[in-house]
């Protein structure tokens, strides 16, 4: 089981190389650089100082001497400045002499996106593992067919569309929930309770909105994993031994459908750190999303570079972790790996 | 049976509440807003802006977001006032030398930082270095670099020195925000904790930026321009403009920048939104245009380029995508200022007229009713960066031009890539794109013939020796009626040469909350926004936030 482990991480490291050599090389294809962004299309701007700035930051070099340079930043953990005009460091704060600190990109954006994508998640499983064995469980009845399209309604529902409906309904014609944003306005003046449940209120539209589309696929997951099980020989046993129908649905059956949700869950963990571009924007909140969206637009590539890092570094763990939590939870599956 | 009951409760739990929250709709108090109000300081007022600013030095930063807000923290030497003559800023008066060379600024007496620090000549001496520094990654030092001496005689005084006499000069003084010395001379201008945590002189300094959310500026105490009345300057960030207009009908926020469908659609029917929400409607900052490839035939013809000109009708494209909101110009200039040649007016709409230079320059119809020379049909793409009044105005003139038997084809493009591998490269036949309306009439960079290398900004490739001429005059000429004369000229020229078509200049709208006093309606030509240090929240119309404990 250990030697299984060391190989799978060592096995990571060349994975990191080769897919950080090709998004490297992929963004220098896109056409212009930093220096190219709609502002600077200004008279009063002359190219020699658009000129100056490609040489500071080496985008005069060629592309591989660059993913050189870059290369041998990350190998000292340093991420960089970002090439906006800010020069925010891409992932963690830095303090100057003076003891002004700057927060990374990364740090500010991340854990707004992984707080909302966890609720999310967590709100995504819990109702589809409910709808969706309910739905087994009544197979071919009026209640398996309505969730069926209640979920494949909202898996089809254009998001900024209903998003927009909501924010209108409870916002405006309402005044029940707030439109946009993470905070009130003053939240700083209230007690840290109050600071949380105005946080949880802000978080209502955005959550649900993000969770609605994910339940059709994990609730039909579990309906047809569930669907599989109930036609299984043990149930009938647990059925000839007379033991009650809950029990049957919730011990015996739920607990071997839910075993393959555990590798949906670890190849969602590096969506975990992605946001929604329509949905950041629409309920303004400096997510991933927008964070890198925008880096794309600007060109800004250690920003880009680094989500792009960090991502693929999360998705090799999540494997990981997805295949270890197999092991785990099933006992055939553990006793493959240790032959 | 159980299984039922647990589906009832997801209904009741779910789906009930969303009907219970609609009916309960409250009907709120009628206030009326036109009543007379007594001015007094405090309030806040809350705006939404689509993007973060970047950095608030404004030689570093280059976005809209970063100048709105820096432009509320410092000053420059000298501003323009509301009918956009020079007025005074910081400094109180300046004198331009006989040979036209030198300009001597005299600094109001008592100025200081919101620190409480003294603000002298040495700052500006300080900031004009720093522009200069060739470290220093601004994209704006030309101008300053004209500059052949600068010096500060005493703590009043600063003094500068051109090589030749440079007309555009005081103009170029208006936009550097002057910067603290005593704060700046040792830090690295382009990596500093400053470009967030500024200390001005102007009426606001900052109080609070939460990163990606929200920039709050206070009134400045300390500024001897006087205290404005309105207590703090909200700034909030909604990138989605649909959501700004929600958090505006929900009076969440008080100011925005609307478009024409918000304008003339959505307000004229919405009576509650008429009753607490203001309109105002001024000149725009830019213009957009048609502009031809001049070195590619066949519009390096110019009557091929009159033919187009008459066979596009602005006031269509006006009415089309803008709904009305915008004005046909014939110079580049902002309509109302004396830069505008009187005497000018654009192209009419003649379709018959442009057939016949069509005809002239060698254009047959074929029996498919297309132009044709040479067994060559009239055929060219436009092109254009992902911007919807762009887009729109494209295809208007797409149609209008297939009415006489040009084919035209239109691509949209992301920003960077129409920049670089198409504009610098020179290769595409047409453009739609846009010109700021410059304050100062000087426009060498677009349209001397000189501008054409790679990057630069004549990628049209114009070049008439007159309107060189008249470009390098104007720059050194101050005498204000003579230099209104040159750029009159210099206008005309270039309406006749064509290279490119004036389709519109927009008008900038913006929604205001009634609860806000002291704006001027109509808006002046410098906009609604050049006093906001006097607009006022009346007490009994303030917004009951969250008090500070």
């Not at chain 1, 997510?287 to 693929?312: A, C, N, Q």
């Not at chain 2, 000053?75 to 509301?82: A, C, F, G, P, Q």
Request: aromatic fraction near 10%; glycine fraction near 6%.
């Amino acid at each position: 089981m250990i030697s299984y482990l060391i190989k799978r991480i060592l096995w990571m490291i060349p994975m990191l190389i080769g897919i950080s050599l090709v998004s490297f090389f992929i963004m220098h294809l896109a056409p212009g650089d930093v220096t190219s962004s709609e502002a600077s299309f200004n008279p009063k701007a002359s190219e020699e100082s658009r000129q100056k700035l490609r040489e500071l930051y080496n985008l005069d070099k060629p592309v591989i001497i660059q993913y050189g340079l870059w290369v041998k930043r990350i190998a000292q953990l340093d991420f960089g400045n970002s090439f906006a005009s800010h020069q925010k460091p891409v992932l963690w704060e830095r303090t100057d002499k003076s003891g002004n600190v700057t927060k990374g990109l990364i740090q500010e954006s991340l854990p707004i996106t992984l707080m909302i994508n966890l609720l999310g998640i967590c709100i995504i499983f819990s109702i589809s593992i409910f709808l969706g064995t309910l739905s087994a469980v009544r197979q071919n009845t009026w209640v398996d067919r309505s969730i069926t399209l209640f979920v494949f309604i909202g898996f089809a529902i254009p998001g900024f569309w209903l998003a927009l409906l909501l924010m209108y309904w409870t916002g405006v014609s309402n005044q029940w929930l707030p439109i946009s944003g993470l905070h009130s306005l003053g939240y700083q003046n209230l007690s840290n309770f109050d600071q949380f449940t105005d946080l949880l209120k802000h978080l209502i539209l955005p959550v649900s909105i993000s969770s609605l589309s994910g339940l059709a696929g994990i609730s039909l997951y579990v309906r047809n994993g569930m669907l599989d099980i109930l036609h299984q020989d043990f149930i009938t046993t647990a059925r000839s031994k007379g033991l009650k129908e809950s029990k049957i649905v919730f011990i015996h059956a739920l607990k071997n459908a839910i075993l393959p949700l555990i590798t949906i869950v670890g190849l969602s963990i590096p969506g975990l750190i992605g946001g929604s571009v329509i949905a950041e924007s629409i309920f303004a909140i400096p997510g991933m999303g927008k964070l890198f969206y925008d880096s794309v637009l600007m060109r800004d590539f250690p920003v880009i570079m680094g989500i792009l890092t960090i991502g693929s570094f999360l998705t090799l763990i999540g494997n990981l972790l997805a295949d270890i939590g197999y092991a785990w939870a099933d006992p055939r599956v553990r006793k493959g790996l240790v032959k | 049976m159980k299984k039922n009951v647990l589906f009832f409760n997801f209904i009741v739990i779910f789906i009930l509440p969303l009907f219970i929250i609609s009916c309960s709709k409250d009907t709120s108090e009628v206030i009326d807003y036109s009543k007379e109000f007594e001015n007094s300081f405090g309030g806040n007022l809350i705006n939404a802006m689509a993007g973060e600013p970047s950095n608030l030095i404004a030689m570093i930063a280059g976005d809209s977001a970063s100048s709105a807000i820096a432009g509320n923290i410092f000053n420059s030497l000298v501003k323009y006032d509301e009918n956009l003559n020079y007025a005074p800023d910081l400094a109180e008066s300046w004198k331009i030398s006989n040979n036209q060379k030198t300009i001597t600024f005299k600094l109001k007496n008592g100025l200081q930082w919101a620190d409480g620090i003294p603000l002298t000549s040495a700052d500006v001496l300080f900031t004009w270095k720093l522009i200069t520094n060739p470290n220093t990654r601004t994209p704006y030092a030309s101008d300053y670099q004209l500059v052949k001496k600068a010096s500060t005689p005493d703590p009043l005084t600063f003094k500068v020195t051109y090589e030749s006499s440079y007309a555009p000069a005081l103009d170029t003084w208006t936009s550097l925000h002057i910067l603290p010395k005593h704060i700046l001379k040792d830090e690295d201008i382009n990596n500093t904790f400053f470009s967030r945590k500024p200390t001005g002189s102007s009426f606001y300094k900052l109080d609070k930026w939460i990163s990606g959310q929200q920039v709050t500026l206070k009134a400045n105490n300390k500024s001897v321009l006087g205290v404005p009345l309105i207590e703090k300057l909200i700034s909030r960030i909604i990138p989605d403009t649909s959501s700004q207009f929600l958090e505006l009908t929900a009076d969440n926020i008080d100011v925005m920048n609307i478009n024409p469908i918000q304008y003339q659609r959505v307000f004229p029917a919405r009576k509650d939104l008429q009753q607490k929400i203001a309109l105002y409607k001024e000149m725009g900052n830019g213009y957009t245009y048609l502009g031809f490839n001049l070195k590619k035939p066949p519009f390096n013809d110019i009557r091929v380029r009159q033919a187009l000109n008459y066979a596009i009708d602005k006031d269509e494209v006006i009415k089309g995508v803008l709904l009305g909101l915008g004005e046909p110009i014939s110079s580049p200039y902002k309509p109302g200022t004396r830069w505008i040649n009187p005497n000018l007016s654009p192209y009419p709409y003649k379709p018959s007229k442009a057939l016949e230079l069509l005809q002239e320059a060698g254009f047959k119809k074929n029996n498919d009713g297309i132009l044709m020379k040479n067994g060559k049909p009239l055929k060219f793409e436009i092109i254009t960066n992902q911007n919807k009044q762009r887009e729109m105005t494209a295809v208007v003139i797409q149609k209008r031009l297939q009415d006489i038997g040009v084919d035209v084809s239109i691509r949209v493009i992301e920003w960077a890539s129409f920049v670089n591998r198409f504009i610098k490269t020179g290769d595409f036949d047409v453009v739609v794109l846009g010109w700021s309306l410059s304050l100062d009439p000087d426009q060498y960079n677009i349209w001397h013939s000189s501008q054409q290398g790679p990057g630069q900004f004549n990628f049209l490739g114009y070049s008439n020796k007159n309107v060189d001429k008249l470009l390098e005059l104007g720059r050194e000429e101050l005498n204000i009626s003579k230099r209104e004369k040159i750029y009159h000229k210099f206008s005309k020229y270039l309406l006749e040469d064509s290279p490119i078509i004036y389709l519109y200049a927009g008008y900038s709208l913006s929604a205001v909350h009634k609860r806000v006093k002291g704006i001027k309606k109509p808006a002046p030509p410098a906009g609604i926004y050049h006093n906001n240090y006097n607009w006022f929240i009346p007490k009994p119309l303030r917004r009951n936030e969250i008090s500070e404990r």
